[in-house]
């Protein structure tokens, strides 16, 4: 059975704390915004450039945001209602058809540079949630 080539409400999230933990670590906003073509959905990451930025001259431009856009996270503390934000390019992931490499990261050519059947393969950080202590359980200090 094939798999939709849409993200799942799972992945929309990972994406968006992705983007989230990207801006804290870069200091600066950094968005991902969900589009979709005939191939499949589609999310982008670009780092939103300052007005007075000269960025420098290998930087592709994106613009991200704007009406009816689907910006993940917490959209790096932008108004994302009607603005459209200059980005520096990061990188993108596509749904693909192919189970084995249902995901592909590609570059700033749009050449593929990275694929994976799992999501969290391509993300730089681990996203997954530590487990809740059990409270039933004798921890080391029970015994002070």
Not at 65 to 75: H, M, R, V
Not at 99 to 127: C, M, Q, T, Y
Request: hydrophobic share 40%; glycine share 10%; proline share 6%.
């Amino acid at each position: 059975m094939n798999q939709p080539l849409t993200f799942s409400d799972t992945e929309l999230t990972m994406l968006g704390k992705t983007a989230d933990a990207l801006s804290a670590y870069m200091g600066a906003a950094v968005l991902a915004e969900v589009g979709q073509t005939d191939e499949g959905d589609w999310v982008i990451f670009g780092r939103a450039l300052a007005d007075d930025t000269s960025p420098e001259k290998d930087t592709l431009h994106v613009q991200l945001g704007g009406p009816g856009a689907q910006i993940l996270g917490e959209k790096g503390g932008l108004d994302m209602g009607t603005d459209t934000y200059d980005c520096a390019f990061l990188w993108a992931i596509q749904v693909t058809a192919d189970p084995e490499e249902r995901f592909i990261r590609l570059d700033k050519d749009g050449e593929v540079f990275d694929a994976a059947s799992h999501l969290s393969v391509l993300l730089p950080f681990n996203l997954d949630e530590p487990e809740a202590p059990n409270d039933d359980e004798p921890s080391e200090h029970d015994n002070d």
